[in-house]
């Protein structure tokens, strides 16, 4: 559970930004929109810019610079600073490394994209070659989900209710929160992509399957609970690990209506909607600088 506690009396912007609710609506925003975001460097990456090559090079060196910022979070001072180091550097991992390299092999495999009965593009290639990471994905999810050290809500909620014994946490840990964050920015991404596909994939549901309406539904009322649990943090490094969860879950329903037309996906259109997507950046980077100018973190524990 997270604990609440009152903000410092300290006056002026910067503590009214770095209070509930504000810590986790900008938290949450911050989030939510880098999802849109990351799509958008995509379409760029492979439409805009000329050459393949070009692309999977610019891919590597995005990926390598997630490491550098993991790199420096491993030694940040001070929790904020690694949570967001973190949250960045799983960020350009994640799009650069990962989600490239199932474009790369997708082309290279000459992977065929998933048409409707339109003859549009349903699923894109790279999307039917992650579907196969399923497997991995749930191994080593076995290892996180049986890790005595855990601090996940989801995770121990499971171990109390089906009274799993997994070990007690190792006392006095030293936790660094740029690694976890990094790796839960993934992970979550990851999931929750996979998630989507198996939804999408006409064997197991398809997109207009009355139980996926369900689910869009189910998963609606999950990301409004969290979020209500979110604008109650203070803590500022404590609210950006549960936006991460709690946004893309969020991301999750706004991709089903993209799916179902009920509106138009402007950062996969940047030619289009470059000022619109200009805007919605601009406003990201002010309100994560806003953020990262954090005042010194209280000694309440939150929840990750």
């Given at each position: 559970?997270?604990?609440?506690?009152?903000?410092?009396?300290?006056?002026?912007?910067?503590?009214?930004?770095?209070?509930?609710?504000?810590?986790?609506?900008?938290?949450?925003?911050?989030?939510?929109?880098?999802?849109?975001?990351?799509?958008?460097?995509?379409?760029?990456?492979?439409?805009?810019?000329?050459?393949?090559?070009?692309?999977?090079?610019?891919?590597?060196f995005m990926g390598l610079a997630g490491c550098?910022?993991?790199?420096?979070?491993?030694?940040?001072?001070?929790?904020?600073?690694?949570?967001?180091?973190?949250?960045?550097?799983?960020?350009?991992?994640?799009?650069?490394?990962?989600?490239?390299?199932?474009?790369?092999?997708?082309?290279?495999?000459?992977?065929?994209?998933?048409?409707?009965?339109?003859?549009?593009?349903?699923?894109?290639?790279?999307?039917?070659?992650?579907?196969?990471?399923?497997?991995?994905?749930?191994?080593?999810?076995?290892?996180?989900?049986?890790?005595?050290?855990?601090?996940?809500?989801?995770?121990?909620?499971?171990?109390?209710?089906?009274?799993?014994?997994?070990?007690?946490?190792?006392?006095?840990?030293?936790?660094?929160?740029?690694?976890?964050?990094?790796?839960?920015?993934?992970?979550?991404i990851w999931f929750f992509y996979l998630a989507?596909?198996?939804?999408?994939?006409?064997?197991?549901?398809?997109?207009?399957?009355?139980?996926?309406?369900?689910?869009?539904?189910?998963?609606?009322?999950?990301?409004?609970?969290?979020?209500?649990?979110?604008?109650?943090?203070?803590?500022?490094?404590?609210?950006?690990?549960?936006?991460?969860?709690?946004?893309?879950?969020?991301?999750?329903?706004?991709e089903l209506m993209g799916r179902w037309d009920?509106?138009?996906?402007?950062?996969?259109?940047?030619?289009?909607?470059?000022?619109?997507?200009?805007?919605?950046?601009?406003?990201?980077?002010?309100?994560?600088?806003?953020?990262?100018?954090?005042?010194?973190?209280?000694?309440?524990?939150?929840?990750?």
């Amino acid at each position: 559970m997270a604990s609440v506690h009152p903000s410092s009396g300290s006056s002026g912007f910067l503590d009214k930004v770095n209070s509930a609710p504000w810590i986790g609506i900008g938290a949450f925003f911050v989030v939510f929109v880098v999802q849109a975001i990351g799509h958008l460097i995509m379409v760029v990456m492979e439409e805009i810019w000329p050459g393949p090559g070009f692309v999977y090079q610019s891919a590597a060196f995005m990926g390598l610079a997630g490491c550098v910022l993991w790199y420096i979070g491993l030694n940040g001072k001070g929790e904020t600073a690694q949570t967001w180091l973190g949250f960045w550097a799983g960020s350009l991992v994640w799009t650069g490394w990962v989600e490239f390299s199932f474009v790369y092999y997708a082309d290279f495999l000459a992977v065929p994209d998933l048409l409707d009965e339109a003859g549009e593009i349903a699923t894109k290639n790279e999307y039917m070659v992650m579907m196969s990471s399923l497997g991995v994905m749930m191994a080593t999810l076995v290892f996180f989900f049986f890790n005595r050290d855990t601090r996940c809500n989801m995770f121990r909620w499971f171990h109390r209710w089906f009274r799993m014994d997994v070990g007690k946490p190792a006392p006095g840990i030293n936790r660094n929160y740029c690694n976890i964050t990094a790796i839960e920015t993934i992970y979550i991404i990851w999931f929750f992509y996979l998630a989507l596909l198996l939804i999408y994939d006409p064997q197991i549901l398809g997109e207009t399957h009355p139980v996926v309406y369900g689910l869009f539904v189910a998963n609606t009322a999950w990301a409004l609970y969290l979020i209500l649990r979110l604008v109650r943090f203070t803590r500022m490094s404590a609210a950006i690990r549960y936006a991460i969860p709690t946004a893309i879950i969020a991301w999750n329903s706004n991709e089903l209506m993209g799916r179902w037309d009920m509106y138009t996906e402007i950062w996969v259109h940047p030619r289009e909607y470059w000022l619109e997507m200009g805007l919605v950046i601009l406003a990201v980077v002010l309100c994560a600088g806003a953020m990262m100018m954090s005042p010194a973190e209280r000694r309440e524990v939150d929840a990750d």
